[in-house]
């Protein structure tokens, strides 16, 4: 199984990635996933929202997609947003879609559905602030 726990991981996957797919993003700039995916698209990230209730609609000046299926290429970076409960169906979907780093934000946590997807090959990294670790680790604008 391949978590990613280390520093070294971390740096690593967000000075690698360039598209993040959140989803879960919002539409209100007062929720979480919106801060952290202005700041990520601000340090020169490519932002795919995905989120099926605002499918259509444009959030920080990006179409939303409803689904991971739906995006026109395979982000480096899947970046989520949602309540655990949900996480088994957002792992099929990377799993499908040949997801290769799924990362979980703070409280996002199903160990069950993250195990699988590790066991097919996904970076894993669980239960984490990307905006927080980007800032941390002092990582550079990419792209």
Known sequence: ??????????RAIL?????I??????NNPTRPSHGV??????????????????Q?????????????????ELPDLLDVF???Q???????????AGVKVLWTQL????????????ACGITVVVDRCSKVEHIRLGIGRVG
């Open 56 to 72: 259509g609609q444009t959030v920080l000046g990006r179409a939303v997609y409803g689904s991971l299926a739906e995006l026109p």
């Open 107 to 118: 409280g996002v946590v199903h160990t069950a559905a993250l195990e699988r997807a590790s």
């Open 21 to 26: 797919a959140v989803v879960g993003l919002s």
């Open 37 to 54: 995916a202005a700041y990520l698209q601000a340090q020169g990230y490519s932002i795919y929202p995905v989120n099926p209730m605002l």
């Open 86 to 96: 949900f996480v088994p169906q957002v792992v099929d979907d990377a799993i499908a």
């Open 82 to 84: 949602r309540r655990p």
């Open 15 to 19: 000075a690698n990635a360039r598209s």
């Open 1 to 10: 199984m391949t978590f990613a726990t280390g520093d070294a991981d971390l």
